[in-house]
């Protein structure tokens, strides 16, 4: 079927998705839901500083590793963005994002918005997806029913999901998460019409099979 071949003909570069979101605004299950559906698209798994909390893996969810390793990669030229978050380092790996790449996978990156800022200099084709909580009431409602964080830790979420939630502008598309389905099919929704966008059609091929010039 000449869809399915214009389709399976991309221009070899796969589509970078970058999520980002303030604390508390449904991101983790979000993009957990995505991959699971989605087996051609890849989390890239980041480096990081922090300690591994309980039913992490290492390799899977993050690389943990310490603060003189991270420094040495920064130093190197290894990450193609990374940032400082609650008080831990977090970075990209340019070599994964190059590995998924070339083994033909869209990848998805969880990540905050001063990477995603940086990122946006270096691949300015990613798609950029900001995901809200409908309102500031509801954000807090889910931080004190997760029951993780103490009062002050909370009111520290709080803060930075404000300072963050004006970024929402240098982002390509806004999910807002009232409803999880309705707010994962609009994910699907971005991720189905990104991958239909004349630029991820790989121009020769189209010549090809329309024996046009
Ligand atoms: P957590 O420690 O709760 O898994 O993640 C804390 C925050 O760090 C989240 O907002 C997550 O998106 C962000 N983060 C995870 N990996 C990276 C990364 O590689 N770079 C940047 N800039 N942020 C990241």
Same mark, same amino acid.
């Given at each position: ?56 893996r ?14 040495k ?80 830790? +909370?009111?520290? #979420? $709080?803060?930075?999901? @404000? ?5 929402? &502008?240098?982002?390509?598309? !806004? ?10 099919k ?5 991720? +189905?019409?990104? #991958? $239909?966008?004349?630029? @991820? ?5 189209? &010549?090809?099979?329309?024996? !046009?010039?």
């Amino acid at each position: 079927m000449a869809g399915t071949e214009i389709r399976s003909n991309r221009n070899n570069s796969g589509v970078l998705y970058v999520i980002s979101a303030p604390s508390g605004a449904g991101k983790t299950t979000l993009c957990r839901q995505l991959l699971k559906k989605n087996p051609d698209i890849k989390l890239s798994v980041s480096y990081t500083t922090r300690q591994p909390r309980r039913g992490e893996r290492n390799h899977v969810d993050y690389t943990f590793i310490s603060k003189a390793r991270f420094v040495k990669m920064i130093d190197k030229g290894e990450f193609a963005e990374w940032a400082t978050v609650h008080g831990n380092l977090y970075g990209t790996s340019i070599k994964r994002l190059k590995e998924l790449n070339r083994a033909g996978y869209d990848i998805l990156l969880d990540i905050d918005t001063h990477g995603a800022m940086q990122l946006k200099k270096r691949y300015a084709n990613a798609v950029y997806i900001f995901i809200l909580p409908p309102s500031v009431e509801v954000l807090e409602e889910r931080l004190v029913k997760r029951k993780t964080d103490s009062k002050d830790v +909370i009111a520290k #979420r $709080l803060d930075n999901a @404000k300072s963050e939630i004006p970024y929402y &502008k240098d982002y390509d598309y !806004i999910v807002v998460n009232d409803r999880l389905d309705r707010a994962y099919k609009e994910l699907e929704c971005i991720i +189905i019409s990104s #991958r $239909l966008s004349t630029s @991820k059609v790989d121009p020769n091929r189209i &010549k090809k099979l329309y024996k !046009i010039k």
